[in-house]
């Protein structure tokens, strides 16, 4: 079982799986719902079983790596494997995805379109993460948007063709700078491969390494979304469905924050170094923009959905730290928001379901009516304000430390950006709590309550919340649960990154369990 394809199984798994689906006799839905999810889970416990028992906490290289070659004359292969920053959200897009096959249940219309689109992005998310080629990343990155841009466009709301549409030209206009990157690294020197591993050993120039660096940064911006790449986010949400919102904050957003970490960081560590203060300014400018814009909403969809952006603007910070709390808090900030922004946009879902109205202003002493709603809706926002004893408080806390701490940056510039960053942290509670009000205490809207049936929430709708609730709390009282899945990987980028600021020096390097040496401390950036 050592030598079993376990990647290509996982990958390839739901998606022959859902090539069975037209074929599945079912008249109301009810049949394919029950297929798709049993394929999910049992995708999930492949994951679960690979990660268990093949998958080794110390080692900080790729794992369960599988090479077959496709086109021998240019190198393409079908490379996959898993390290530190692709494993934990491997084992995070099958637990979400199956989670939002559940979430699916309410759907009616062309039932077997949607559950196939669903099980054909789960096999690509997961590609996504697992791939080590350069063209193979791009064709799975490009493939993984057509399932997102028909569930928006059949299933949204009244303006899903504009989401779907804007959604589209942003993702796929950004994956274009991916496709001219790929092909430069590919052909640069006197080899010609896409394999990412012999791509970063390639000796690319400093100007080269900017030029695509900044190519990257666009495309990957996008999908994190970065300031000002964002517009596409709140709209796609604004439309989107439960489901369609659980996979869209939940995995997607991750994928900008990885390929960060695998293709700028781990790629082009010396424009990295150059490009580093920007990510923190622009981690700054999403954090407050986005929280002053949630603040403003009035739409609940689209208060949840520019609380995402502020959220993500923690990761930034975090990639551009230079030390290993920061790049840890960072790919923790990660996974907490994709537990914590899943719970938040199913409960938006959940509400919208029993009032048909996302107003803020329409709303009011729903919670009277709906008890377990009510509970939900609050520990979900407790988490996401990142309360003590919650995943999203770990995060943002190692963030903070690893950046205060990090000896790459002047004294008086981490004190800005701090003191910036915490602008946010006081802004999320506001907000938060404010929308808590409006929703669930105060006077019942008569007028709601009179014609709409606010049914309290189902033993489904609890299992789903529960089943995110449980680990966001546990990795709060107890991190390294998911902190050692990575550390090894992240520390060992960080030491590449390190190496890319000029005259490192350490008087107290780091010893590793395979006998290296890191140095831990660094010269301000910009300075000899």
């Not at 996504?128 to 928006?152: G, H, N, R, S």
């Not at 082009?268 to 923190?280: E, Q, S, T, W």
Request: net charge neutral; with cysteine.
């Amino acid at each position: 079982m050592a030598n079993f394809p376990w990647l290509t199984a996982i990958i390839l798994f739901p998606i022959v799986a859902a090539l069975f689906i037209p074929v599945i006799p079912d008249k109301d839905g009810k049949t394919v719902r029950w297929y798709a999810l049993v394929v999910g889970l049992i995708d999930f416990a492949l994951i679960v079983y690979a990660f268990y028992s093949g998958y080794d906490l110390s080692n900080p290289n790729l794992q369960l790596v599988e090479s077959y070659t496709w086109i021998s004359d240019l190198d393409l292969k079908w490379s996959v494997g898993v390290d530190g920053l692709s494993m934990p959200l491997v084992l995070l897009t099958g637990f979400i995805t199956t989670l939002a096959t559940m979430a699916a249940w309410p759907v009616t219309l062309k039932p077997k379109l949607f559950y196939f689109l669903m099980l054909a992005m789960y096999g690509g998310q997961i590609a996504v993460f697992a791939v080590q080629d350069m063209l193979l990343f791009f064709l799975v990155w490009e493939l993984e948007l057509v399932p997102v841009y028909l569930i928006l466009s059949i299933w949204g709301g009244k303006k899903r063709l504009y989401a779907a549409t804007k959604f589209i030209l942003y993702t796929a206009g950004g994956s274009l700078f991916i496709l001219i990157a790929a092909l430069t690294m590919a052909f640069y020197g006197d080899t010609v491969t896409f394999d990412m591993s012999a791509i970063a050993d390639k000796d690319l120039t400093l100007n080269l390494q900017l030029l695509l660096y900044a190519g990257l940064l666009i495309a990957y911006g996008v999908k994190l979304p970065i300031f000002p790449l964002h517009t596409w986010l709140p709209d796609a949400h604004g439309e989107a469905t439960a489901p369609a919102h659980m996979l869209l904050a939940g995995i997607l957003l991750k994928m900008g924050g990885y390929a960060l970490l695998r293709m700028n960081a781990g790629l082009l560590p010396d424009a990295h170094a150059v490009f580093a203060p920007v990510l923190v300014i622009l981690g700054v400018v999403n954090i407050i923009y986005a929280a002053l814009t949630s603040f403003a909403q009035r739409n609940l969809k689209r208060k949840i959905a520019y609380s995402s952006i502020s959220h993500m603007g923690f990761v930034l910070i975090g990639i551009a730290s230079f030390t290993p709390l920061g790049t840890s808090g960072a790919m923790l900030q990660m996974i907490s928001h994709g537990l914590i922004g899943a719970s938040l946009f199913f409960m938006v879902g959940c509400t919208y379901d029993r009032t048909h109205t996302l107003m803020l202003d329409e709303m009011g002493g729903i919670g009277q009516k709906m008890k377990k709603v009510f509970a939900m809706w609050t520990t979900c926002s407790l988490a996401s304000l990142a309360l003590p004893g919650m995943s999203g408080f770990v995060a943002e806390l190692m963030i903070f430390v690893g950046f205060a701490t990090s000896d790459a940056y002047s004294l008086s510039f981490r004190v800005i950006i701090v003191l910036l960053a915490a602008v946010g942290v006081i802004l999320t509670p506001i907000y938060l709590l404010s929308m808590l009000r409006e929703m669930l205490y105060g006077p019942e809207n008569k007028e709601l309550v009179s014609h709409q049936a606010l049914i309290d929430a189902e033993p489904r709708e609890v299992f789903i919340i529960a089943s995110l609730l449980i680990p966001i709390i546990g990795i709060g009282f107890y991190p390294k649960i998911v902190t050692q899945i990575y550390d090894a990987t992240t520390t060992m980028l960080t030491q590449r990154l390190r190496n890319s600021v000029p005259t490192l020096v350490s008087p107290e390097p780091v010893a590793f369990a395979d006998g290296s040496r890191v140095a831990l401390r660094a010269p301000e950036i910009g300075t000899r």
